[in-house]
């Protein structure tokens, strides 16, 4: 299995604009290397696909090329497990996810029962 460890690492160490800027860049580089590179070369036996949570955390970064690596990344991998994968996540974080009712439409609801 190719693991390519935490490119995070560099904005939990010492917070300058060199190592940040470099970790955009290491971000737009394995976007192009995930999405079109290593699935193709190693083949899906070899291939271990980014972890969804890690690229939901980066959705809205707050450097650019983060953010569009990680949305380019998870939709990418969304769409490599297909409709079974993506209800099997749906399943697996419902419940951790918060129970939001909205009240005006609840209100509506019952009025119409």
């Known amino acids: 299995m190719v693991n390519i460890g935490d490119p995070f690492h560099l904005f939990w160490s010492e917070n300058n604009t060199v190592k940040f800027l470099l970790g955009c860049v290491r971000w737009s580089q394995l976007a192009a290397m995930h999405?079109?590179?290593?699935?193709d070369l190693l083949g899906l036996d070899k291939f271990r696909p980014p972890l969804l949570e890690m690229l939901a955390r980066r959705w809205q970064d707050r450097c650019l090329e983060v953010r569009e690596a990680a949305q380019a990344l998870l939709l990418a991998e969304?769409?490599?497990?297909?409709?079974s994968g993506r209800k099997d996540t749906i399943d697996a974080?419902?419940?951790y996810l918060p129970q939001y009712?909205?009240?005006v439409s609840s209100?509506?609801?019952s009025?119409?029962?």
């Open 35 to 39: 999405c079109v590179m290593l699935p």
């Open 78 to 83: 969304l769409r490599r497990i297909g409709q």
């Open 93 to 95: 974080w419902a419940p």
């Open 101 to 103: 009712v909205d009240t």
């Open 107 to 109: 209100r509506k609801f």
């Open 111 to 113: 009025a119409l029962m």
